[in-house]
């Protein structure tokens, strides 16, 4: 144990001063921070609950209860394992419309308030957290005496009142999106979509060591349908609430990750030539967020997700889903890198100790990893666009076809009558302007023959000009384009031109 631990602190230290000379030779590092980083605000720990371990966040930080009483208390019929008096967690309904999740059990909470600290610091969206006890919480144990609970509740309150032991409250999943925590969650593109998101979740889960949702997963698993029903019980700890995905039920150091596959990943992501999809987020994360997406029913994403488009980059698009969150993974690690650099508590262990994952992405990606990690990163954005790009003309090319399928621009000109002169004997003139609008032809058919083609004969209509024989248009028309003045104004001539003349 003691070498492990000296060859650990020795690599982290290398790690360091690789990372101290790369910002000194590369001066991208302060745009990278200007950019990406959220500054000492999020870096540091900056009120007491965040040193002492009792809050994920600042804006979380009180005992968020009062004496007035709960409106209902429930227990939360599935999940968790760390039960007491036979509940894993109680849904909390208080005043004021207010919903919390209290927890019980559980010997580590320690260890999911550092994880949740960290989550906030990289921008992944998971509910704020706070730890307390009776004594900082009052509020809460008042409810023994003046709220109906529920006996379980009542027993377990009773039963850490007298043990002086602590208690988790925490949003619900869907009150999660504080703007402090995670600022790309109000953005709008590719880069920021669900996708973007997942591939930041992925990255904190290795470094934490967090594998009850994607990291204990096998790398075939999709292949057997008893391999994917092994793990459905890690399908309720990330939940796609639209266009969010957020984790819940954090930890540190979980048995059974297979950071072999994470080692792989960067190994993989810092060789390639082009972006392309790696082989753990093709076979592991894709078809487990497609599971989770479609609640078992769907493993490949093409059938979990709508299409990508323009307006919805949460939709699936095989050749940038992955790229987009391959980017969400390298940009995690490149701030968990310099939360590590300037000596944040948030990327260390309850013990003071660097993340686990650390040590093995230093392993993948060699000497100077933040340089590694920024060439990953600024091919993958060059990829992301281009691709984004031509989706966005394929969908306006097709978009605009379907728009004008069955229409027609027509140039209406119109003439009005005039006096003859003893130079001009015409009795109409065109009038100075025209005006272009939008046909929609008929193209109904009836078989010559039928009751339809002996009562309205051959309604089809092939242009503009016959759209207009073939109907009663509007005889204001032409007294628009010519003015009030004008003497029985009609229409001279009718022709086909291009879209862009009526706006399409």
């Known amino acids: 144990m003691a070498r492990a631990m000296s060859t650990l602190i020795a ?38 609950c965040l040193r002492t371990l009792e809050c994920t966040s600042c804006s979380f930080k009180t005992c968020p209860f009062s004496r007035n009483g709960f409106l209902k208390a429930e227990a939360f019929s599935e999940g968790g394992t760390d039960r007491v008096h036979g509940v894993a967690a109680w849904r909390v309904h208080a005043q004021g419309g207010h919903e919390y999740v209290l927890k019980f059990g559980g010997e580590d909470k320690e260890k ?27 509020e809460l144990w008042d409810q023994v005496n003046i709220s109906a609970l529920p006996a379980a509740l009542g027993k377990s309150l009773l039963e850490w009142d007298e043990k002086k032991k602590t208690v988790v409250v925490q949003e619900l ?43 204990d997963v096998s790398m075939d698993f999709s292949e ?21 995905c957020v984790e819940i039920d954090l930890g540190i150091g979980m048995p059974y990750t297979r950071y072999e596959y994470w080692e792989s990943a960067l190994k993989e992501l810092r060789m390639q030539q082009q972006p392309v999809a790696i082989e753990w987020v093709s076979r592991v994360l894709l078809p487990m967020l497609s599971l989770i997406k479609s609640k078992g029913a769907q493993e490949y994403p093409s059938s979990a997700f709508n299409a990508m488009t323009p307006s919805d980059p949460n939709g699936f698009k095989a ?9 969400g993974m390298v940009e ?65 090319t097709r978009k ?43 193209r109904v058919v009836y078989r010559e023959g039928s009751v339809g083609y002996r009562r309205y004969g051959n309604p089809y209509e092939d242009s503009c000009e016959d759209a207009f024989n073939k109907r009663a248009w509007q005889s204001q028309l032409c007294e628009k384009v010519c003015g009030d003045e004008a003497v029985k104004p009609q229409v001279a001539a009718l022709n086909d031109v291009h879209f862009s003349l009526c706006g399409m």
């Open 112 to 138: 999911a308030i550092r994880a949740g600290q960290l989550a906030h610091a990289l921008g992944v969206i998971t509910p704020r957290q706070l730890v307390f006890n009776s004594s900082s919480c009052q």
């Open 400 to 442: 605009q076809a379907e728009e004008r399928a069955g229409k027609r621009c027509c140039e209406v000109t119109c003439s009005k009558k005039r006096s003859r002169t003893f130079t001009d004997w015409r009795t109409r003139e065109e009038c100075l302007t025209k005006t272009h609008m939008v046909v929609k032809l008929n």
């Open 11 to 48: 690599r982290i230290t290398c790690l360091l001063l690789n990372v101290y000379h790369t910002i000194a030779a590369r001066s991208e590092i302060q745009l990278h921070r200007a950019t990406e980083g959220k500054g000492s605000a999020m870096n540091n720990l900056d009120c007491d």
């Open 319 to 327: 050749g940038l889903s992955p790229l987009i969150v391959q980017l």
């Open 224 to 244: 057997s349908g008893t391999a994917i029903e092994d793990t459905k019980s890690n399908w309720g700890n990330l939940i796609i609430d639209q266009d969010r």
């Open 332 to 396: 995690a690690l490149l701030r968990a890198l310099e939360l590590l650099r300037e000596g944040s508590s948030r990327v260390q262990t309850v013990h003071g100790e660097p993340m686990p994952g650390f040590l093995h992405a230093t392993k993948a990606l060699g000497e100077w990893p933040m340089e590694a990690l920024m060439a990953i990163r600024d091919s993958h954005r060059q990829a992301i666009q281009g691709q984004w790009q031509v989706l966005v003309s394929e969908y306006n």
């Open 173 to 215: 999943a869907k009150d999660a999106d504080d703007p402090a925590m995670v600022e790309e969650a109000n953005a709008s593109g590719p880069e920021t979509s669900l996708w973007y998101q997942v591939g930041k979740i992925a990255a904190f889960d290795w470094l934490v060591g967090k594998s009850d949702l994607f990291n």
